[in-house]
């Protein structure tokens, strides 16, 4: 079992023909993720080889995402394409029926993300990211750019802000495993949020213990600890990036802004601790945290 992502899915690229689409899809076929396609309307018709392990892979190009996936079948989209044309990119696969379009390209403006979140989300597609690393079911498949050789399937589920604490976190706890590990984004405007992932970890049969990765900035977590002490039962343990942060400054992720005490990682802790969430000052600590429940 998995959120989101199953070893079933099947996978579209589009900007795979680029240099950051072919390493990723690369490294994605090598962590046994069924991708079927790319796309780009400049290359229609043609293949790109890649060569793993296990021998060549020849994936073929699309010219529209609607041409794809009526020739997969793919379900999924993972998006590589360049800021000015990630709105585009995103609207042409909710109008092609994706489901699930995880969209890594970062500096996408707020704006344009606003237009195709609103168009998703009336369209009942689901967004993941922007500026995100993607997701992985480890063992099952790797959405994104996250490196799929750090740990193993486990029964701990996994949902981060950052990307770069996604991987410290898996590595540190690579022993025991995740079911699903998901790097949301840091942006203003995100597809998925940690609420989102908390309610799908919380259905989840085979998922036991949920990590909660969160930063300074905005009240996305604040929101979370409050969902956690309503509907989660599972056992949270959370990390809060940016208690040494200056106030008033922007911080990494666009959304990481703190004005007065609103925002802080202090707040957030106390929030999440008042949940009944174990709060980490650290991520090793965090992962001590998580491996005294689980372990």
Known sequence: MAIFLTGSSRVIVQGMTGSEGQKHTARMLAAGTAIVGGVNPRKAGTTVEFALADGARSIPVFGTVADAVAATGADVSVIFVPPAFARSAVIEAVDAGVPLVVIITEGIPVADTAVFFNYARAAGVRLIGPNCPGLISPGKSNVGITPADITGPGRIGLVSKSGTLTYQM??????????????????????????????????????????????????????????????????????????????????????????????TAQAKKEALEAAGVKVGRTPSETAALIRAIVA
């Open 170 to 263: 898996m590595y540190e706890l690579r022993d025991l495993g995740f079911s699903t590990a998901i790097g949301i984004g840091g942006d203003p405007i995100i597809g998925t949020t940690h609420i989102d992932a908390l309610a799908a970890f919380e259905a989840d049969p085979e998922t036991d213990a949920i990590v909660m990765i969160g930063e300074i900035g905005g009240d996305a977590e604040e929101r979370a600890a409050a969902f956690i002490r309503e509907h989660v039962t599972k056992p949270v343990v959370g990390y809060v990036a940016g208690f040494t942060a200056p106030e008033g400054k922007t911080m990494g992720h666009a959304g990481a802004i703190v004005s007065g005490t609103s925002g």
